[in-house]
């Protein structure tokens, strides 16, 4: 019994050891894996700048979308005034119809967008990945359809709407960050999207990835679509009527 | 129980658990880095994605205070007057933004000869537009996002009419950011084997005279 006290004693100060020894190791293992701890903060504090930025993107197209609304109301109230007040009003109600100001729905097509499988081997290639460009590209496609609204992900397009590719993130009208799957809902004549959907020369090159990379893409159809409100106004600062 | 067997017992409990803490220790901060992976770019598109927000959240600002201003105006209205005075106002700016009026204002003219095609003409607009262009013509028709860009037969239409080279873009908007994106656009192109010529000139005052015809909605139905 006295002979294993020793024995006991060791171990505790083997396991501590062991212990130092295993954050000593895994400190020095992650130190050359990680970049530089300054890059990573300046990194974070980029990150967390983006963050801050987008909240107050997100607070501003709240309020936005709020005052669209209440404009819209009052608009209606307006249009009790006058017979003239009630002809601009139902002009202005359908210039927002048509601008992507005020929801919209009717009968539609969806298509879906979304990446496919990375190339075995490690083969250095994005053409797996939905980018900007395929959305552009499907946004254009369902406008030559005929579509009389469309939403990409819940975000509508808007006659001044502008789609950049940030990263594998889409970004519509400088809006908060889009990443696949997309789902671009556009509402209009079905049978004439579907047709052009299915034209073996649409979407050649999103039809080619989906063969050699399983790009997702598929599209159905709807009696009734729902298409938001844009969150943005539609204010030209420079150009005027002239 | 041998001296040897005393000593290797404490040895293998050891380097268990160095093992365990090591891979413990290696799962948990790999754990944190995948996370801020997930979140992060690299430095350079956060800069570019900073700038972005900070000029789409200005232009944000600007449109709540005219929204604001339209609204007290409609809501404090207390003759028709006052309301058809806004709701004029408001008709107006819808009606540049869809391209149903001639503009004018600051902004760029390119010009390029080059056999583009619908693709790039796509493209140029959607720069044009990413570029704060208010309004934009392509030769000679007036283009919003809707408006239809497409090849048939070695021609490229512009909602269904034919067009043809050399391309002359003039876009109405914030003049400095068109002007550099006229410069980066043309500069582009300029280096493409097909392009003849590509250039552009920043002009204070542009006038766009062409205009869209509004299509009726047959389908979609605003609530």
């Known amino acids: 019994m006295l002979a294993a006290w020793p024995r ?106 979304g990446n496919g499988q990375s190339p075995k081997g490690g083969a250095a290639v994005s053409a797996y990945l939905v980018n900007f460009q395929d959305v552009q590209d499907v946004v254009n496609l369902l406008f030559r359809g005929g579509a009389e609204g469309i939403a990409v992900n819940g975000r509508r397009i808007t006659p001044e709407s502008r789609i950049v590719g940030a990263g594998t993130a889409v970004v519509i009208d400088d809006g908060p960050p889009l990443v696949p799957p997309f789902s671009v809902a556009a509402v209009g004549n079905r049978a004439a999207i579907e047709t052009l959907l299915a034209a073996p020369a649409s979407l050649g090159d999103l039809k080619q990835r989906q063969r050699d990379y399983q790009v997702q893409l598929g599209w159905f159809g709807a009696g009734d679509l729902v298409l938001p409100a844009a969150d943005t106004g539609l204010e030209p600062q420079y150009a005027h009527a002239g | ?87 004029s106002a408001e008709a107006q700016n819808l009606r540049i933004v869809q391209g149903l009026d001639p503009v004018r204002g600051p902004g760029v003219v390119v010009t390029v000869d080059a056999p583009l095609n619908d693709v790039d003409l796509q493209d140029a607009v959607n720069n044009l537009h990413v570029a704060g262009a208010e309004a934009i013509s392509l030769a000679g028709r007036r283009i919003v996002t809707g408006t239809v860009i497409e090849a048939s037969g070695g021609e490229v239409l512009i909602n269904g009419v034919g067009v043809r080279g050399p391309w002359t873009l003039v876009a109405i908007g914030d003049p400095s950011r068109l002007a550099t994106a006229g410069d980066e656009m043309t500069r582009t192109l300029r280096a493409d084997a097909r392009v003849r010529s590509a250039s552009y000139r920043a002009d204070p005052d542009l006038t766009i005279s062409s205009v869209i015809r509004q299509r009726p909605f047959v389908y979609a139905l605003a609530p």
Not at chain 1, 50 to 57: C, F, G, M, P
Not at chain 1, 86 to 92: E, G, I
Not at chain 2, 22 to 51: G, H, P
């Open chain 1, 8 to 113: 006991l004693r060791l171990y505790p100060l083997v396991a501590l050891l062991a212990l130092a020894f295993g954050f000593f190791f895994a400190a020095q293992l992650r130190a050359e894996l990680i970049p530089p701890s300054n890059r990573v903060a300046r990194n974070e504090a980029l990150a967390l700048t983006v963050r801050s930025l987008e909240t107050d993107n997100a607070a501003y197209r709240s309020r936005t979308a709020a005052l669209q609304s209440q404009i819209g109301r009052l608009e209606t109230d307006a249009a009790l005034r006058s017979g003239a007040s009630r002809q601009l009003a139902d002009q202005v109600a359908e210039l927002r119809a048509h601008s992507g100001l005020t929801r919209l729905h009717g009968p539609g097509e969806t298509v879906t967008l």
């Open chain 2, 1 to 87: 129980m041998p001296a040897e067997r005393r000593l290797r017992t404490p040895l293998v409990v050891g380097v268990v658990i160095l093992l365990i803490t090591l891979l413990a220790v290696i799962q948990v901060r790999s754990q944190a880095e995948v996370q801020r992976s997930l979140l992060s770019q690299d430095n350079t598109s956060l800069a570019f994605l900073i700038d972005d927000l900070h000029r789409s959240n200005d232009d944000l600002a600007k449109q709540e205070k005219a929204l604001a201003s339209r609204r007290d105006m409609l809501s404090g209205a207390g003759s028709a007057a006052v309301a058809n005075a806004a709701l």
